[in-house]
């Protein structure tokens, strides 16, 4: 007689997608420390080892939280200029890193390579700049550029206490002796604003969609 597996409520609730979202939760409420198996189990309502059995290091459970923010990633309709699909593409790959700074802390250099990703950021980035008329290398210039902008970026301040991070600032630049650092003590005004400021990413990510625009380059090129 064949004994059937029993059914286990517990790993019926550790469904990947519900583990990313209390992940994320925890680690937005309580810091990037606060991410451990044992406290994502608690949250969850369920054992250490049904939450193992899904992910079963850390790591695994980083590339879950990945992947769960980038399948909300927009999907750009075809037929979308190059600059306009790159921008909406990379705008919407910020706004969704600097909501979880702690999540960044976590993955510091581990590479992003989960499949919602690379489906919905890096192939259709790089086909879309093929079908522009880049090369490989320039394509895979291009997007590297642009995504290492996008990553740090988002990773060097916590967009979401922008008023804590100008006061931290503030603080470390009023210990300095003005005579050995004029310019960043006389210039807190314009120094502070800037750090906390979306329009610096948005303005550089312009920059490099603009420098990087094959239609513009064929144009600055002229008739042969």
Known sequence: MTRMPRHSPSLDRATPDRIARTALRLVDEAGPEALTF????ARLGISLASLQRRCTDLAGLLDLCTDHLAARLPDIGPGTDWSTATEARFTALYRLLSAHPGLLTLRGARPWLGPNLLARLVEPQLADSLAAGM????AITAYRRIYLLTLGSASFVDHRDPRGTRALARTALASLDPEDHPVLTGNMAAILPALTDHEVY???????????????????AGPP
């Open 202 to 220: 948005y303005g550089a990510l312009r920059q490099l969609i603009l420098a990087a625009d094959p239609a513009r380059t064929a144009t600055d």
């Open 38 to 41: 044992r406290a994502l189990a």
């Open 135 to 138: 090369t490989p290398e320039e």
